[in-house]
C-alpha cells in the first residue's frame, strides 16, 4: 500500500513529495515542527493521536517566533492530519511529523523575505527508549542553548542540533540519553524529553525559565500525577546533585512517553530499578493515550472512521 504524504497544500505519494537542495530551511534550519503520536488501540481498530490540538496550537506559536506566516488554523491543521493518518492507515504506532519551514531557494541568513510552506507525513515509530527496563544517562558536556540564542520554547529544526550532539556523546560513551544543563548549571532536559524527579514524595521538574521545551507530554504527566495520585509537583530550579540523590526519576516526550531512569553518570537512581510513582504515572498514561480512560477522551482524536479497517501493517 503507497504511503501519502501532505505537500503543497495537496496529498500526494509520499515518494513525490521533495523539496530543492537550494530550499532555505534545509541550508539555514528556518523550520519548526512537531511531534505526534499517534496510538494504536487493536482491540478497538482505532488510532488515537495525542493532544493534536494542542500540538497545533504550540506549532503555530513557534511559526510566529520564527516569522513563518502559515494559511491554517490550529483545527485546520488537525483535520489535515487525521484525513491524512486514515489514508496510510497504519496498524501500529505511528509518529506525525508537521513541518512549517522557509521554502524559497535562495542564499541568504535572514527570516524576511522569504516564501513559508508546510507538509506533513506519517511513519512507524516503535519506542523510543526502553520504557521497561529504564534508560542509563549522563550529564552532557554540552549545554542547553539559551533563549536570548535560539528560544528553547520553540520546536526550531536548527536548535536541534545542540540535542543531538549531546545525544550522540551520550551514546558513545555507552549511556542511552544526555542530560542537558543550563548556562547557570541548572538541569534542564534531555535531548528530546523533560526530566522529572522524585524527592521526599513530591514530584520536582525544571521550570520553563530553565530553558526548557514546555511539553506536552509534561503537561499531561503534571495534570496526571495531580489528579490521580494526589502528588505535589514542584516547578523549581534543579541541581545536578539533586538528580544523584533522586529517589526516582523519569523522562517524558512524545518519543519517549513516559521513561523510566534508572542510572544517572554511574550512580544508581534510588534503588537503581523502576520506582513505584514512575510505574503508576507510566500505566495511567498508558491508557490514556491509547483511548482507554475516558475521563482523558478529549486529549485523543479517533482517526479512523468506525468499522473501517487499516490497511498499513508492519513488515
Known amino acids: 500500500m503507497p504511503q501519502f504524504a501532505f505537500f503543497k497544500k495537496q496529498f500526494v505519494p509520499l515518494s513525490e513529495a521533495r523539496v530543492g537542495i537550494m530550499t532555505h530551511a534545509l541550508n ?14 487493536g482491540d478497538q ?45 497504519y496498524e501500529e504506532d505511528i509518529y506525525v511529523r508537521p513541518i512549517a519551514y522557509k521554502s524559497s531557494e535562495t542564499v541568504g541568513v535572514r527570516l524576511h523575505n522569504l516564501e513559508d510552506d508546510f507538509f506533513l507525513f506519517v511513519t512507524p515509530f516503535g ?9 542509563k ?15 528553547p520554547r520553540a520546536k526550531v529544526t536548527g536548535l536541534y542540533v545542540n540535542s543531538a550532539l549531546a ?3 551520550a551514546w558513545e560513551n555507552g549511556y542511552d540519553e544526555a542530560i542537558l544543563l543550563s548556562q547557570d548549571g541548572h538541569v534542564s532536559e534531555g535531548s528530546g524529553e523533560n526530566i522529572f524527579v522524585v524527592l521526599d514524595g513530591n514530584l520536582v521538574t525544571p521550570p520553563s525559565s530553565d ?21 505535589d509537583v514542584v516547578e523549581r530550579p534543579l ?6 540523590i533522586a ?49 482523558y477522551s478529549r486529549w485523543c482524536t479517533p482517526a479512523y472512521p468506525t468499522k473501517t479497517k487499516a490497511r498499513n501493517k508492519k513488515g
Not at 541541581?239 to 544523584?244: G, H, I, M, Q, V
Not at 550512580?267 to 490514556?288: A, E, L, M, P, W
Request: glycine content about 6%; some cysteine.
Open 28 to 41: 539555514y534550519g528556518t523550520a519548526c515542527f512537531e511531534g505526534i503520536r499517534g496510538n494504536w488501540n
Open 247 to 295: 529517589d526516582e526519576c523519569f523522562m517524558t516526550g512524545t518519543a519517549a512517553n513516559v521513561t523510566p531512569v534508572v542510572e544517572i553518570d554511574r550512580r544508581s537512581v534510588g534503588s537503581g530499578k523502576v520506582g513505584k510513582i514512575t510505574r503508576q504515572i507510566q500505566r495511567v498514561y498508558h491508557d490514556i493515550i491509547r483511548g482507554k480512560d475516558a475521563k
Open 167 to 169: 545525544k550522540t556523546e
Open 239 to 244: 541541581d545536578r546533585s539533586e538528580l544523584y
Open 45 to 89: 481498530g482505532q488510532m488515537y493521536l495525542f493532544r493534536l490540538e494542542d500540538h497545533y496550537r504550540r506549532l503555530l506559536k513557534s511559526c510566529h517566533i520564527l516569522k513563518i506566516r502559515l494559511p491554517y488554523t490550529a483545527d485546520q491543521l488537525s483535520q489535515i492530519t487525521v484525513e491524512l493518518v486514515a489514508k496510510n492507515a
Open 137 to 151: 544517562c549522563c550529564i552532557s558536556s554540552w549545554r542547553r542553548i539559551d533563549d536570548n540564542m535560539i528560544p
Open 211 to 231: 530553558n526548557i521545551l514546555k511539553g506536552i507530554t509534561r503537561d499531561a504527566v503534571i495534570q496526571i500525577a495531580r489528579n490521580e495520585l494526589s502528588l
Open 127 to 135: 519506542p523510543y527508549l526502553d520504557a521497561d527496563k529504564g534508560a
